[in-house]
């Protein structure tokens, strides 16, 4: 039954592929397919690129976020194996990161999951194994991994209730596949319990934490910038709510409350998650009449700040009386929590947390963080914002719930040896 539902995945994969080109062609983020002959080549594995290396690791990541949350991994990785490392993922965006950093030796976009498109990437690379990151679950890869005598595992893998209950209508798929698994290093009880359900065996399972808080940085790289920034803002004295990854309904909210958190003597700092959405962000900001500057543009005194700016993230945490981790009230599942937590800073979220229910909760049985919704956000910061005793307490307790999430590589690597020492 398994291998029937490949192949029908198989048969309905042209027709799919031609459902999201027309996508892509009429969304407004179609301008970031920018090099399209050459990404089609490896989408389509039609040749193999001269920088290919044989008998490499092979890490399939989604996005930028997978590729910066295993640095540490892979450094380890190559260390322990001293063979090189490829990696893929599924986006140009998460490819040019992966091209940065050192200890990978390729960065290539991965195949169209089409079995003989699989089939013919793995045997021009000859990968020696294959670690399959976080949600990267493609069937037509697994299989072909399996077919070609690439022993594959889940790294770093979780997966949500509401994906394994869809995974489930085509379990016998999936059964056929992740039963194959070298073996599961997992986020999460939750996401053992998820896995096990769809076919892993409880032997090859084991729960290790998440890789990307072994990343999480108290001394963020351009705080001195940020310090800069908030001298020419002129906030030196005023207490400032940096808003991390926003989207459209939780900067709705947040501009509907910003005029009397303003009047209050704060002051906002908001980083959108989707920075293509500038010139729309920057047209609400005009329609709501307040005093606003764009980061990318020279410093002028104003009362709210949109970070349209890569990479300053974490640095802007540092300047923070109170933060709020957007993708939490919109329905998103929550971005990193833990990002200000690790610097000392009370973190507010909605109950959008799915992706990271094991921070969310622990940030909130601590006493380090505190949800809010549409309705109580304004009320929820200006009420901490006039209780410093109480934010002072929330800070150190969400520090101490962030340091208490790290050591998951050390737990990965310690599978990967025993794997290997088993296989040996």
């Not at 006493?367 to 150190?396: I, W, Y």
Request: glycine share 6%.
């Amino acid at each position: 039954m398994g291998k029937f539902l490949l192949l029908l995945t198989n048969l309905a994969f042209p027709f799919a592929a031609l459902g999201v080109l027309f996508g892509f062609l009429f969304s407004p983020r179609r301008r970031l397919l920018k090099h399209l002959t050459r990404e089609l080549k490896e989408r389509f594995a039609l040749e193999a690129p001269a920088c290919l290396p044989q008998n490499a690791i092979w890490l399939h990541c989604a996005s930028v976020g997978e590729v910066n949350s295993v640095k540490g991994l892979i450094k380890r990785l190559k260390e322990f194996y001293k063979k090189p490392i490829l990696v893929t993922t599924s986006t140009a965006a998460g490819q040019a990161t992966a091209a940065k950093n050192a200890d990978i030796d390729a960065a290539l976009l991965a195949p169209l999951d089409f079995y003989p498109l699989t089939r013919a990437f793995i045997r021009k690379a000859h990968p020696y194994r294959l670690f399959v990151i976080e949600r990267e679950i493609w069937p037509n890869m697994l299989e072909a991994a399996r077919q070609n005598g690439v022993p594959f595992a889940l790294v770093n893998a979780r997966i949500s209730e509401k994906s394994t209950r869809a995974y489930k209508l085509v379990r016998p798929l999936f059964t056929r596949l992740l039963g194959q698994a070298a073996f599961a290093a997992l986020q999460t009880p939750e996401d053992a319990r998820r896995y096990a359900g769809l076919g892993v065996e409880n032997a090859k399972i084991t729960v290790c934490g998440n890789v990307k808080y072994d990343t999480l940085n108290d001394t963020p790289s351009r705080v001195e910038e940020v310090k800069k920034l908030v001298s020419e803002l002129g906030w030196e004295n005023s207490p400032v709510l940096v808003c991390g990854s926003t989207h459209p309904l939780e900067e709705e909210i947040l501009l509907a409350a910003a005029p009397q958190l303003i009047k209050q003597g704060l002051k906002i700092i908001f980083a959108p998650r989707h920075l293509e959405r500038r010139l729309e962000i920057e047209q609400n900001l005009k329609n709501s009449r307040l005093n606003y500057a764009m980061m990318s543009q020279k410093a002028v005194p104003c009362d709210i700040l949109c970070a349209d700016v890569m990479g300053f993230l974490q640095s802007l945490y540092t300047c923070a009386a109170l933060t709020f981790v957007g993708g939490s009230i919109a329905p998103r599942g929550a971005h990193n929590l833990l990002e200000p937590a690790i610097l000392g800073k009370a973190v507010l979220f909605g109950q959008s947390f799915f992706n990271t229910p094991d921070t969310a909760r622990a940030l909130l049985t601590q006493g380090g963080g505190t949800l809010v919704n549409p309705t109580n956000f304004k009320s929820t910061v200006l009420r901490l914002l006039e209780d410093e005793p109480l934010r002072r307490d929330m800070n150190a307790k969400a520090r101490k719930t962030a340091l208490s999430f790290k050591g998951a590589t050390d737990k990965i690597m310690k599978v990967v040896e025993n794997y290997e020492r088993q296989s040996a």
